[in-house]
C-alpha cells in the first residue's frame, strides 16, 4: 500500500480515479474520469430491453435475459434478496465485449490452417435463437448469431435441470468438412466481485469472491461470500469437463482496479495459449486440445450447487459424488516432513504420477478412515510437482504441490541472502540508507538503488520496509550474531535518527521514505535518466518526510521489539543498547502511531499483532504505566470498531490485513462478536483447496502495483495477507481445537508465507497467478509483513481428528501404546498447541525437539535442544489446559526458567 489523501467523506469514486493514475504512473489524477461514466455511455447491445426470463430451480431462482438467455440472476432460495452475479451492474455492462455468464471462448483451427482463430459470443452481441424446451430444460439457443459466419461449429447452449440441479451445457457439432482442432475452450464464471462505489456493509452484503481448484476432471470453483457466511456456491464439471487452466479475461472493459480484480474463466482446453501467450509459463496442468471429426459432437457442462456454509464445500462435493482431496500439513511439503494425503471419492485409485518423476514419494497406508483412501507424501526434490491421481472410471485429479527445503533451512537461506546479497553498505549514500537491508531485484540479481516508486528504494512503506522487517524477524525466531551485529547498526543509526524521528515533539515519528526526488538540491547524476520520476510515486523532500501513515510504524515497532526480545532472551547477541531502550523505543513508536498519524490508526494494521505483543511483554517486565497508556489507546480503537457492523476499514476500500490486528484486539477486549465476524470475512477470502498456492492464501490483488516488480491487478499468491491472516484463523482455531477447518486453512497460510522464497533465500513481493506468468515477482518488495506473520504465528499442532486420526501440523507424529510423541519441524521450534488438552506451549528462547502427550492420562512431557553461548535457559510459558499443568522450576517474567546442556538435549516432564 502507499499512502493516499484521504477524507472520512469520501467515497470509493475518488479511489477509482485515483487508480487510474496509479496505473498510469504519471496521470494527472485530479482530472481522471470515474471510468463507469465513460462505461454507460457505451451502447446497450445485450437486448435486456426485450425482458428478463425467470426460472426456478430446487436451489436457485435463475434470470436469463431473453434475447441473449445469459445469466441476468442468479439467486440462491436461501439467501432472500442476494445474487451470485453483478446483476446490479447489468445494464452498466450489457455492451459488445462484456462477458456474462453463459458466454463462451473458443480458438480454433481446422485441418491445413496454421494459426488459431478466435471465436466469442461476447464480441457482437445479437438475439440468439431459441430452441425447443422439455421437461428438464429450461432454456436453449443457438448461438450462431453471435459468433462470425466463418466458425466451422455449432454451438448450441443449454440452461437445465437434474434432479432439481442447475446445469450450463454447450453442444458443439463440427460442420464443416474437415477435423477440427479446439486448442482453447473457455467459459467466463462471471460472479458479483465488483466493490466499486460500495461501501464495507453493502460490499460485504452483496458480493463475492471466488477461487478455483484448478485440478483438471476434479476442479471446481468456490464462490464465497464476503462475509464469510452460507450459502457458498459451488461450480462442478457435469460429465467430463476438465478444469485445466484459469484465464483472467482482460479484455473485457469492466474497468479493474483496487476494488475490482476482473472477471475469469474457465478453461476446459489450453493448448492454443500455451502455444502463444503462455509460452514461457510453467502451467498447472498439462495443456490440451480436444479434436472434433466432421459431423462430430461434444458436450461441455458444469454444474451450480450450493453448500449450507463454507466449511461445508467439501461435504457437499462429497455428497455429489466429487473428487475431494485433503492434504496434511497442506500442499507445501518441507523435505524433512511426512505429509499426508487422503482421498475420497466413489471409484478406486488406479494410479499416482508424478511430476517431475520422483519429487515426491506417495506411500499407501493401511489404516485410511472409512471412505477415504491415505497415503503418506514425502517431498524429495525442491519445486513445484504435479500430482495425477487416476480413477477406475478414468477421471483424473491434479494436485499441485510445493517442495521447500527443511523449514529452518528455508530460514536460515532467507536471513543470509538479506544480510548479505542485500545489505546495502554505503557511507556516502546521500539519503542515509548505509547500513541496511535494502530492496532486491531478483532478475537483475541487484540492489534497487533508484525506483519511480519513493518508497521502494526508501526503507519505508510495506515496498520498502519489508525486506528489512524479514530480517529482523528472522533473528527473532533463528538468531545469528554476526546477522544481528549487522542489524544493530540498521536499527540504531539508520532507523533512529533517519528513518525515525530520534527528538523534539515528532519523536517517534516514522517517515513515508528516506529516499525523494528533488534534482535540484542534488548533485547531477544523482537520478537515472532511465527511471521516469514524472509520477505521483516520485515523492519530493517533505512527501517522502511525512509522518501520518500509521501502517508504517508496526514495522519499526517491530525492528525495536525484536532487538528487545533477542537482549533480553539471550546473552550477548546485542551490544551496542539495553533491553531496556529498546522496549522503550517499541513502546515509543506504538504511541507515536496514535498521536501522530491519528487518521489511519483508526484501521487495523498490517503487523498490528506487534502492538499487542509488546503489550504482553511491558507487563511482564511490570511496566505498569506504559502499560496503561498503551492498553487505553488500544481499548480506544477496539471500543471504535465495536461499533461497526465490519470492523476492518483501511485506507482501500476493500483490504485484507486491518482484519488480523482488528481480530487480535477484538479477542483480547473481550469482544468476541466482531472478533466472529472478523474471523468470517477472513475465511470468505482465505479457501483451502488442493493447490499449494491458493490454499491458505489470502486474496489481495492491487500490491504488484506497489511493491512489485510486474505491476499489474492480478490475483497475488501468498502475498504478505497469508501470513497476516493466518493469525486470527489459528488463534481462531486454538479457541475451537474441534475445528480442523481452521487449523488447515490457518497452516496452509503459514506455510504459503515461505513457500516462494528461492532456493538460494530470497523472498519475493508473491507469486503471480496468470498463467501466463505463474512465476515470483523478482523484486523483494513488500514481503517482510508475511515473514513476519511466519514468525509470530509458525507452531506446531498436534490433533486426534475425529475422521482421520492423530495428525501433525508442523511436525512429525509416532505414537506407541497411548503416547504420542511429535518431532518438531519448524524453524523457530518454539510453540506447541496439544489440541486434545487445549495446551499452548511456548518458548521466549530455546527450542523444542519432541512432545509426548499420554492420551489416556494426559501427562505431558518434551524435551529441548541443546543451548549455546547465547541461549543458556530456555524460557516456558504454559496455557490452557485448564490450568492443569505446571513444572517446579522458577518462573520470571512469567515463564518458567529451563536450564539447557550446551552438549545434549534435556528433557522435561509437565505436573499434572
Known sequence: MVNIPLSPKNNINWRTAIFIGML???????????????????????????????????????????????????????????DFTPADRLKQRSSDGMYQLGDINLRLKADGDTAWKSF?????????????????????????ATLPVDIPLKVERVWKQRNGQLILEFVLTNTS??????????????????????????????????????????????????????????????????????????????PRGIDFEGFYEWIVSSKAYADKEWKKAQPWNEPTSLSLKPGETRRIALKFILADAIRDIEKTLIANNRPVAMGVPGYIIPQDVDGKLFLNYNKQITDINVQPEGALTFTKLSDAPNGWAAYQVKGNTWGRVRVTVTYADGLKQTISYKVIKPEEQVVKDFGNFLTTKQWYHNDKDLFGRSNSVITYDYEKKAKVLQDSRAWIVGLSDEGGAGSWLGAMMKEVIQPDKAEVQKLQLFVNHTIWGGLQHSAGKEKYGVKKSLYYYDPKSKPAGTYSDSVNYKTWAAWDKKGADDIGRSYNYPHVAAAHWALYRLARNHKGLVSEYNWQWYLTNAYGTSMAMITLAPYYAQFGQMEGTVFYLILQDLKAEGWGEMVGRLEAAMRKRADHWRTLQYPFGSEMPWDSTGQEEVYVWSKYFGYDDKALVTLNAILGYMPTVPHWGYNGSARRYWDFLYGGKLSRVERQLHHYGSGLNAIPVLAGYRSQPDDLYLLRVGYGGTLGAISNITEDGFGPAAFHSFPSTLRIDYLSGDYGPNFFGYAVNTATYLVNDATFGWLGFGGNVTTKGDVVNVAITTAAKSRVFIAPAKLWLTLDAGKFKTVSYNSKTGQVSFTLDKGDNYTPNAYLRIEGGNGQYQLQQTKVRGAYVLPLNSKSTVSFKLKK
Open 120 to 144: 466469442s459470443t461476447a464480441t457482437k452481441r445479437a438475439p440468439v435463437k431459441a430452441l425447443a424446451v422439455n421437461d428438464s430444460v429450461l432454456a436453449a439457443a443457438d448461438l450462431a
Open 177 to 254: 468438412t474437415k477435423v477440427v482442432e479446439i486448442g482453447a475452450l473457455g467459459m467466463p464464471m462471471i460472479f458479483n466481485n465488483i466493490l466499486q462505489e460500495k461501501s464495507l456493509e453493502k460490499a460485504h452484503a452483496e458480493c463475492v469472491f471466488y477461487d478455483p481448484y484448478i485440478g483438471n476432471d476434479a476442479g471446481y470453483l468456490q464462490v464465497t461470500r464476503l462475509s464469510g457466511q452460507g450459502p457458498a456456491l459451488v461450480v462442478v464439471p457435469d460429465g467430463r469437463t476438465p478444469f485445466e487452466a484459469y484465464n483472467p479475461l482482460l479484455d473485457d472493459p469492466t
Open 24 to 82: 498510469m504512473f504519471g496521470s494527472l489524477l485530479a482530472n481522471a474520469q470515474n471510468p463507469w461514466e465513460a462505461l454507460s455511455k457505451r451502447p446497450s447491445t445485450l437486448g435486456i430491453e426485450s425482458g428478463i426470463d425467470t426460472y426456478n430451480t430446487s436451489a436457485f431462482n435463475l434470470k436469463l435475459v431473453k434475447a441473449s438467455q445469459t445469466v441476468a440472476g442468479l439467486e440462491p432460495k436461501v439467501a432472500t434478496g442476494f
